[in-house]
């Protein structure tokens, strides 16, 4: 792949959310904590020139809610988010699936989704010529709002393992 082609994928797992009595966990909302903190997802992104091209979100509340709270800071540069229902309860392969479906014109993506599934599809994805320090971070804690960066080292539709290059892991707090 050429530079011109360069992709980018960043990896987001939803805020703080809460666990309310008697609340299915597809309906959890965020916590306090959380509405005050996913914005700043939005703005290390602005900040960094991270602006995603296209969003994938899971319809879970606490990741629309998270989505809501990241495009505001993305304002104009940021595209209408996709809400997408495999993602929420998905494996790591159903999200890779999900990320083979992005149009090759989109030069970076933003996935906002749950634990386990997006740290396992970071380290799913992470190729040998990744940067040690993050690799070691997502994969020892993904806390909330935790974001992984990767560099696709082949076209959306042919990512399956081990092709894309972590160039770093963020935990955007105010």
């Not at 209408?80 to 479906?101: C, F, H, K, M």
Request: hydrophobic content about 40%; aromatic content about 6%.
């Amino acid at each position: 792949m050429s530079q011109h082609d360069a992709k980018r994928l960043m990896l987001l797992r939803h805020a703080k959310a809460e666990f309310p009595f008697g609340v299915e966990d597809h309906e959890r909302p965020l916590a306090t904590r959380g509405h005050r903190e996913a914005p700043a997802a939005g703005a290390w992104m602005v900040e960094h020139g991270w602006i995603p091209d296209y969003i994938v979100c899971s319809d879970a509340l606490r990741a629309r809610s998270t989505c809501a709270w990241v495009s505001s800071e993305l304002g104009e540069k940021g595209p209408t988010p996709y809400l997408d229902s495999r993602v929420y309860g998905a494996s790591a392969t159903q999200l890779v699936s999900i990320i083979n479906e992005t149009p090759e014109t989109v030069g970076t993506l933003l996935v906002i989704g749950h634990l386990p599934t997006v740290q396992d599809v970071a380290m799913a994805l992470a190729s040998v010529q990744s940067q040690e320090e993050p690799v070691m971070e997502l994969a020892t804690r993904y806390p909330t709002l935790g974001l992984t960066l990767l560099e696709p080292q082949k076209p959306w539709a042919e990512l399956d393992g081990r092709d894309a290059r972590v160039t770093g892991f963020v935990v955007p707090r105010p």
